[in-house]
């Protein structure tokens, strides 16, 4: 399986059970030096209560209404950096629910225009000793002590931080490359907080699941806002192509059993709406 994944594939296996399906990514996890950041993140869900975690590696995914979907995205950003996304269908949406995997184009022109939200040091700020660095990174997502605002970033908001001498802004800054332990070499990440504040990225997915025939409609209509789960934080319309971003593209309708892992660096994940027709959307993500 590492093989397959160190050539971009995306690994699909069916009639694998819970256990299974944990054992799979555990082995897969240790192979890459990934074990301990796979336990982690099972532990955080039921820390930060943001997921719940449902066998020992699998946690659910983010809650949504009838109609919602989910637009294309790596999970995490570039401080998580992680690594593989593994998804594991308990039961799915009899009408909708599809999950679409869209193959990264690293070297697309359209990144040119992309930008990420993340936290920088602004102008002024005073010396920080390696204490309060840990701090700073830990309370704000610094990527690093050396993160300072340049001249082509936009601020979106200051921040009160509660560090006296440090002064920070939320920023649009141009996306950096991550390394990939699958490739060894650097890519260009669709991370979280460069996909979901994107409003440019949900009208390219509305219009790509319409293209496809894969949007549900709602019966009394719908504003484009309604179907976007994380439409408050689309603070930003970058203007990119997003057809330009994706060289290909794998769309799945996952049946109980189903499991699929994927490298999130270089593969974005989505999932379009489904209806309230019976049949519950129940899948579980597991991340290293």
Known sequence: MIEALSRDCVILIRNVSPSEADGLVHQIAGELGLQKKLELEAGFSDFLGHRRRITKYFMSVNSRDDYQLVTPHSEGDRISNMQLSCFYCFENSKDGGETILLNIDDTSEAWGLLREKTTKILPGSKPLSRGMITRAKALYRLSSPDDYLVPDDQIVAEVKSEIPGLLLAIVMARPKRSFSLLLGRDVNVLWDNIGSVDQSCLHFFVRMLQERELLKRPPDGFELHQLDPV????SWCSGADYEKL???EIILKL???DLVIL????WAHAVNNWTSLP???RIAVALA
């Open 263 to 266: 490298n999130n660096l270089t």
């Open 246 to 248: 994706f060289c290909d």
């Open 231 to 234: 439409n408050a934080g689309r």
């Open 279 to 281: 049949g519950t959307r």
């Open 255 to 257: 049946k109980p059993g």
